[in-house]
């Protein structure tokens, strides 16, 4: 969430200051697009990456749930 909260501020920052950057040196100006595709496309894989780590801890935390209740119904059983 933290990462999706700055999302829109950053990109925005980002191509300004590429804008910027590309007029005081516009010989460079395909370099610094380049760049900012490049760290673009690593921002993406981030957020996909981070993505998957949630669903992956989301599991987990499922599975110790499921195996803390059967833990809990077997003790429970055992009490019978």
Not at 27 to 40: I, N, P, V, W
């Amino acid at each position: 969430k933290e990462i999706e909260n700055h999302e829109q501020r950053l990109l925005e920052h980002l191509n300004s200051e590429c804008k910027r950057i590309s007029q005081d040196y516009p010989t460079r100006a395909d370099e610094f697009q380049e760049r900012l595709q490049q760290l673009s496309d690593n921002y993406i894989e981030l957020k996909e990456t981070i993505k998957k780590r949630r669903e992956h801890l989301e599991l987990l935390e499922n599975i110790h749930q499921y195996y803390y209740d059967l833990s809990e119904a077997e003790a429970w059983l055992g009490e019978q």
